[in-house]
């Protein structure tokens, strides 16, 4: 995550990047007022900013008027805002309020109040970038016979080594294609907090975790016709035909054996071990517009049960 400093006072220069690094926030921008600044948030100066802590009081501009001036970039109507304020000066923080600021620290600042705040901002973001990318995949499968594409993914995924999108495709193929009329249910558990496991641990063990939590998946007791498949990074998907109460005690199944992993994950905003938002979409068989709705309905209702505090199952009925 990408802060910058927005300062001219020297001890505020000489301490606060120490401080968050001792925090694990290494990536720092400093400026030395707000032109400067300005001019490196502008569009293609350099990479984005993703928070910002702006001193109220700055050599060429009010703090105030200058959080207001960055809120009227687009690129920065979100970027979180703290300012540093001198104690009691009430009047000024009301302002910056009013102009965009999202929090505030006094000065001389305190390091555990510091990475407090941006710890915060650093869950905010992951949320949140979680849901947009979810939001992208939703609205890729809701395009006209995006699912039957051939390019929609590998046929083994490479981090857990399962069957991969190509072959959850090609599964849904399969069904589409039977006139029995059968119920087809399709089963996706996501992994909770996933971009702060990977930010906490590391790549190797966010690896070693998805292939515990697929080794675990595909040990479940299942119907014959059960097929496991990680169509992408954290999320995993079972298409099956069984009876509707199978259906729904697979998939509390699936929830509960990853929660018996019992793996450490110290920044997930549920619990502080790894766990599954499991979202749940039954139709019928033998039409490929109900059988290609059924994962963006299943993704919908995982998101859904990620909302509502994440580990649990979420169940939507036929489309």
Same mark, same amino acid.
């Given at each position: ?131 947009? #990318?979810?939001? @992208?995949?939703?609205? &890729? /499968?809701?395009? +006209? ?6 390019? *929609? ?99 509390? #199944?699936?929830? @509960?054996?990853?929660? &018996? /992993?019992?793996? +450490? ?6 619990? *502080? ?47």
């Amino acid at each position: 995550m990408r802060v910058m400093i927005v300062t001219a006072e020297k001890d505020l220069l000489d301490l606060m990047p120490a401080a968050l690094a001792t925090g694990g926030f290494g990536d720092i921008v400093m400026a030395r007022s707000a032109q400067e600044a300005l001019s490196l948030m502008a569009p293609g100066a350099m990479a984005p900013i993703d928070a910002l802590l702006l001193d109220m009081t700055l050599p060429d501009a009010d703090g105030v008027e200058t959080c207001a001036t960055i809120r009227l970039n687009a690129a920065h109507k979100e970027t979180p805002i703290i300012v540093l304020a001198e104690p009691g000066d009430t009047h000024s923080l009301s302002q910056a309020f009013v102009a965009g600021a999202s929090d505030y620290i006094f000065k001389p600042f305190h390091d555990v109040e510091l990475l407090a705040r941006m710890r915060s901002i650093s869950r905010n973001k992951t949320q949140m970038d979680q849901r947009r #990318a979810t939001e @992208r995949e939703l609205q &890729r /499968l809701r395009r +006209p016979a995006s699912i039957w594409r051939s390019s *929609d993914g590998p046929v083994i995924e490479p981090e857990s080594g399962l069957p991969g999108r190509g072959c959850l495709t090609g599964s849904l193929t399969w069904h589409a294609g039977r006139e029995d009329g059968a119920s087809i249910a399709v089963i996706v558990a996501r992994i909770d907090a996933l971009t702060s496991f990977r930010h906490l641990y590391g790549v190797g063990a966010t690896a070693v975790m998805l292939g515990r939590v697929a080794a675990s998946l595909g040990e479940l007791t299942a119907p014959l016709n059960y097929f496991l498949t990680a169509f992408d990074t954290g999320s995993f998907a079972i298409v099956c035909a069984p009876a509707p109460d199978d259906t729904r005690a697979l998939a509390e #199944a699936a929830r @509960r054996c990853v929660a &018996r /992993l019992a793996i +450490p994950h110290m920044e997930c905003a549920f619990r *502080d071990t790894v766990s599954a938002s499991v979202g749940v979409a039954v139709g019928a068989r033998g039409s490929r517009e109900q059988v290609a709705q059924l994962l963006p309905s299943a993704i919908s209702a995982a998101e859904q049960a990620t909302a509502e505090g994440g580990d649990q199952v979420v169940f939507v009925e036929g489309q």
